[in-house]
Structures are given as structure tokens and as C-alpha cells.
């Protein structure tokens, strides 16, 4: 199906549903966050991962609980938001190649705090 014009397009592309999105959870970004500062995050069902900035926007997995990720493992971000889910970008897991990962695929982050160890 053609469209008339891009307006035309967005008026008339995907009725089912949105597309996109605003992001209306709360966003942590890496820049927030002290080089050796901590952050907390949580997703369903029942993941905990404390997590290590070690500059840049990378982060190092700390403490984890019920989760794939594991201490030692390493990963860079743009941001971590409330409600979305979580893409590691970079994702190093022992020897394995650089990778990227989701956590939170259903539901999203149920938790995002800096904290303190």
C-alpha cells in the first residue's frame, strides 16, 4: 500500500496498536552515576543484580541473584529506565565474545537504584 505522504503514513500505519512510545519510567543515565558507584536493579521473576560503574557507561556485575548474569560479568549502557527493558550492549560472560543481552524482556525493570555497598 502506498502512502501520500509521511503524514499519511503515521495517520494510517499499524491501527492495531502504538508503535512507539514515551518513555514515562524512571531513567537512571550512566553520567548520574560516580565512577565505583553502585546501582541496583530488579526485573521479574524475582532478579536482583548489583552492579559496579567502572566508568564510560560500562558496568561490572557485582552481586546476582536468580539472574544469568553473573559476578565478573561486564557490559556497557545509555541508560537504565523503570518499566523497560535492559539492553546490555558489550555483554562479556567468562570467556565468551562480546555479545548483546536483554534482561527484563517481559515487564521491564522493576527496580533501579543507586546505592551504596
Not at 25 to 44: K, N
Not at 45 to 59: A, K, M, Q, T, Y
Request: charged share 25%; glycine share 10%.
Amino acid at each position: 500500500m502506498g502512502y501520500r505522504d509521511w503524514d499519511d503514513f503515521l495517520a494510517n500505519h499499524d491501527r492495531t496498536g502504538e508503535s512507539s512510545n514515551l518513555v514515562l519510567g524512571r531513567v537512571l543515565h550512566p553520567d548520574e552515576i560516580p565512577q565505583e558507584g553502585f546501582v541496583r536493579i530488579a526485573w521479574s521473576p524475582d532478579r536482583r543484580v548489583l552492579l559496579r560503574h567502572i566508568g564510560e557507561g560500562s558496568f561490572l556485575v557485582v552481586e546476582s541473584e536468580n539472574s544469568k548474569l553473573k559476578p565478573g560479568d561486564s557490559f556497557s549502557c545509555s541508560c537504565f529506565i523503570l518499566g523497560e527493558p535492559l539492553y546490555l550492549d558489550n555483554f562479556v560472560h567468562g570467556n565468551n565474545p562480546p555479545t548483546l543481552f536483554v534482561v527484563g524482556n517481559k515487564g521491564g525493570l522493576t527496580e533501579v537504584r543507586q546505592e551504596r555497598e
